[in-house]
């Protein structure tokens, strides 16, 4: 029996699910009844496409079918050994099911519903649809279980129309009544405009499928080559600090090796200086044995005779060169070493911080977009200190060096290369390179500015000046108003006058802008192509007044 059961299943029609009638074979490699795949593919015509219903391989064109005459022989044997017995169980209509409405006890599985009968036909019940020219217009579909909803609960008939007025199905007897006047078609006709809006939907769709597998495909690329940029980049950054660390043991060595030597040297010259005034002490011990002898000699012929036997006393030639005054020995060397150390962690804290911004602003495709208010702002505040080394004499740093003043008489600063000679200036210690913000605070005139290290120090040309020359930009705050100036070429700017400014600073993009910190008004914008790290800048023009990079309220 399930030999026979098999044999049946294998000779059947995927559609109709009974034995294969007129069968023929697709280029697929699947069989069907021919009237069973013509059907299918007549409801395909209008899609423009035809697909084989089991593995759904599409057709561009509607294949030619002819009678497989193999198969039909064998279908035929299969008859009549009488294995077309019962419908298998598998035939039977179960709870998910669009059962037959013409099977009476038991129903079979429904394969077809017509719209025009609105009822649904298993495979015998169809057949009239198939062979009565009665049945030619009639639409099949696949089996649906809402086929009732398409008469109409007022008038009992099929709704066959469409109201575009009012959006809903509708029967003709409604096109006459209750919906005369309004803007009516064929169900067919709104359909076939609808489907060609889904058609384009679909095709947006399709499109944006696409395009978002491109930029998946783009954004695993962006993880490999991040990984692989990260592992190179800590692969490297071993090898540097290797180098360092062995460089600065080498140089512990040396240091060392030469204080050991420089140790020996010194204690065998010392200690030979010492066993030479030894022996002179020694010496010297002898001769005034034999004075005090002579002193004590009471004849004085005796005394006369012998005085002028007595050799003359010779100078101490190793005295001189023992000079009292306090010694370091190789304290000075421990200051140099200190000094040293002092010097590397200053270069290595500046140089730390600009590492850290740049581990956390790496850029990727996928980046933040530019902030819209106060709070997008502020994800990029940073930290930033005036570097004493680059303000002019003239100005006292405090605040831990954020808040520069001008004074009326020249600082204690020692003397610096980079420290500006002429204009009242200072600089940043930190080096600006990805997205920035910080606020000043600033009474009298100042220039807020950024500006690249290389910006020359010495003198009172423009090349000193921020905002006179292209390599500076500078916005010029007073209680007269804005002006920006880069390159000497100063504009005015309009907007309320405000102790306290943002600067946003977006390296990359070659974005700077300004505003109002309280309200976050955008004061100006510069869109540029900053080639170098910048600097914040600070110009204060006379005594008594102040700007302060100052932490946000």
């Not at 019962?86 to 209509?93: E, G, I, V």
């Not at 019940?125 to 579909?141: E, G, I, N, R």
């Not at 011990?285 to 000699?297: I, M, P, R, V, Y």
């Not at 930190?430 to 500015?449: C, F, P, T």
């Given at each position: 029996?399930?030999?026979?059961?098999?044999?049946?299943?294998?000779?059947?029609?995927?559609?109709?699910?009974?034995?294969?009638k007129?069968?023929?074979?697709?280029?697929?490699?699947?069989?069907?009844?021919?009237?069973c795949?013509?059907?299918?593919?007549?409801?395909?015509?209008?899609k423009?496409?035809?697909?084989?219903?089991?593995?759904?391989?599409?057709?561009?064109?509607?294949?030619?079918?002819?009678?497989?005459?193999?198969?039909a022989?064998?279908?035929?044997?299969?008859?009549?050994?009488?294995?077309?017995?019962?419908?298998?169980?598998?035939?039977?209509?179960?709870?998910?099911?669009?059962?037959?409405?013409?099977?009476t006890?038991?129903?079979?599985?429904?394969?077809?519903?017509?719209?025009?009968?609105?009822?649904?036909?298993?495979?015998?019940?169809?057949?009239?649809?198939?062979?009565?020219?009665?049945?030619?217009?009639?639409?099949l579909?696949?089996?649906?279980?809402?086929?009732?909803?398409?008469?109409?609960s007022?008038?009992?008939?099929?709704?066959?129309?469409?109201?575009?007025?009012?959006?809903n199905?509708?029967?003709?007897?409604?096109?006459?009544?209750?919906?005369?006047?309004?803007?009516?078609v064929?169900?067919a006709a709104?359909?076939?405009?609808?489907?060609?809006?889904?058609?384009?939907?679909?095709?947006?769709?399709?499109?944006r499928?696409?395009?978002?597998?491109?930029?998946?495909?783009?954004?695993?690329?962006?993880?490999?080559?991040?990984?692989?940029?990260?592992?190179?980049?800590?692969?490297?950054?071993?090898?540097?600090?290797?180098?360092?660390?062995r460089?600065?043991?080498?140089?512990?060595?040396?240091?060392?090796?030469?204080?050991?030597?420089?140790?020996?040297?010194?204690?065998?010259?010392?200690?030979?200086?010492?066993?030479?005034?030894?022996?002179?002490?020694?010496?010297?011990?002898?001769?005034?044995?034999?004075?005090?002898?002579?002193?004590n000699?009471?004849d004085?012929?005796q005394?006369?005779?012998?005085?002028?036997?007595?050799s003359?006393?010779?100078e101490?030639t190793?005295?001189?060169?023992?000079?009292?005054?306090?010694?370091?020995?190789?304290e000075?060397?421990?200051?140099?070493?200190?000094?040293?150390?002092?010097?590397?962690q200053?270069?290595?804290?500046d140089?730390?911080?600009?590492?850290s911004?740049?581990?956390?602003e790496v850029?990727?495709?996928?980046?933040?977009?530019?902030?819209?208010?106060?709070?997008?702002?502020?994800?990029y505040?940073?930290?930033i200190?005036?570097?004493?080394?680059?303000a002019n004499?003239?100005?006292?740093?405090s605040?831990?060096?954020?808040?520069?003043?001008?004074?009326?008489?020249?600082?204690?600063?020692?003397?610096?290369?980079?420290?500006?000679?002429?204009?009242?200036q200072?600089?940043?210690r930190?080096?600006?390179?990805?997205?920035?913000?910080?606020?000043?605070?600033?009474k009298?005139?100042?220039?807020?500015?950024?500006?690249y290290?290389?910006?020359?120090?010495?003198?009172?040309?423009?090349?000193?000046?921020?905002?006179?020359?292209e390599?500076?930009?500078?916005?010029?705050?007073?209680?007269?108003?804005?002006?920006?100036?880069?390159?000497?070429?100063?504009?005015?700017i309009?907007?309320?006058?405000?102790?306290?400014?943002?600067?946003?600073?977006?390296?990359?993009?070659?974005?700077?802008?300004?505003?109002?910190?309280?309200?976050?008004?955008?004061?100006?914008?510069v869109q540029?192509?900053?080639?170098?790290?910048?600097?914040?800048?600070?110009?204060?023009?006379?005594?008594?007044?102040?700007?302060?990079?100052?932490?946000?309220k």
């Amino acid at each position: 029996m399930e030999q026979n059961q098999l044999d049946q299943e294998t000779f059947s029609c995927s559609i109709c699910l009974d034995l294969l009638k007129d069968p023929v074979t697709i280029p697929r490699g699947h069989s069907y009844c021919m009237r069973c795949i013509e059907a299918h593919w007549d409801e395909e015509d209008q899609k423009g496409i035809h697909s084989c219903p089991q593995c759904r391989e599409i057709f561009t064109q509607r294949p030619i079918l002819k009678r497989n005459t193999m198969l039909a022989v064998l279908v035929e044997q299969l008859k009549k050994t009488g294995l077309q017995a019962a419908p298998a169980d598998h035939c039977f209509a179960g709870p998910e099911d669009v059962a037959c409405d013409f099977c009476t006890g038991r129903k079979l599985k429904a394969i077809k519903s017509c719209l025009f009968c609105l009822a649904s036909y298993c495979e015998k019940h169809l057949q009239p649809h198939y062979d009565s020219a009665t049945f030619k217009k009639h639409k099949l579909v696949e089996p649906s279980k809402n086929l009732q909803e398409n008469i109409c609960s007022d008038h009992d008939e099929v709704m066959k129309m469409f109201c575009r007025t009012d959006q809903n199905c509708i029967c003709y007897l409604c096109s006459v009544e209750q919906h005369k006047g309004h803007d009516t078609v064929s169900a067919a006709a709104e359909r076939t405009e609808r489907q060609r809006e889904l058609e384009e939907r679909r095709g947006n769709i399709l499109h944006r499928i696409q395009d978002g597998e491109k930029d998946v495909k783009l954004l695993q690329q962006e993880v490999e080559a991040i990984n692989h940029s990260a592992d190179k980049t800590v692969e490297d950054s071993e090898k540097i600090f290797t180098e360092l660390i062995r460089l600065i043991q080498k140089r512990r060595s040396d240091v060392k090796q030469q204080i050991r030597s420089q140790q020996e040297t010194e204690v065998s010259r010392v200690k030979e200086l010492q066993e030479k005034l030894e022996q002179e002490i020694t010496e010297l011990k002898k001769k005034e044995a034999e004075l005090k002898q002579l002193l004590n000699t009471e004849d004085h012929n005796q005394f006369l005779h012998s005085y002028p036997s007595l050799s003359a006393l010779s100078e101490s030639t190793h005295s001189s060169s023992i000079n009292i005054r306090p010694l370091r020995h190789f304290e000075d060397v421990t200051a140099a070493v200190s000094e040293l150390r002092d010097k590397l962690q200053d270069i290595l804290g500046d140089t730390w911080t600009n590492i850290s911004w740049t581990i956390t602003e790496v850029e990727t495709l996928v980046s933040d977009p530019e902030p819209t208010n106060r709070a997008g702002f502020l994800k990029y505040l940073c930290e930033i200190t005036l570097d004493p080394n680059t303000a002019n004499t003239y100005l006292l740093l405090s605040e831990g060096n954020r808040k520069v003043t001008v004074m009326n008489k020249p600082q204690s600063y020692s003397s610096h290369p980079e420290r500006f000679t002429n204009w009242w200036q200072v600089l940043s210690r930190e080096s600006l390179n990805r997205r920035h913000y910080w606020e000043v605070e600033w009474k009298g005139e100042v220039h807020v500015a950024v500006v690249y290290n290389n910006i020359s120090r010495v003198g009172s040309g423009n090349e000193c000046k921020f905002g006179e020359n292209e390599i500076s930009w500078a916005l010029d705050v007073s209680q007269d108003g804005y002006r920006f100036g880069h390159n000497n070429i100063w504009t005015s700017i309009s907007g309320p006058v405000s102790s306290r400014i943002g600067v946003y600073l977006n390296h990359s993009a070659g974005i700077l802008s300004y505003s109002v910190s309280e309200t976050m008004t955008l004061l100006h914008r510069v869109q540029t192509t900053f080639t170098q790290p910048l600097h914040a800048g600070l110009w204060v023009n006379r005594t008594g007044n102040s700007a302060e990079i100052c932490k946000p309220k």
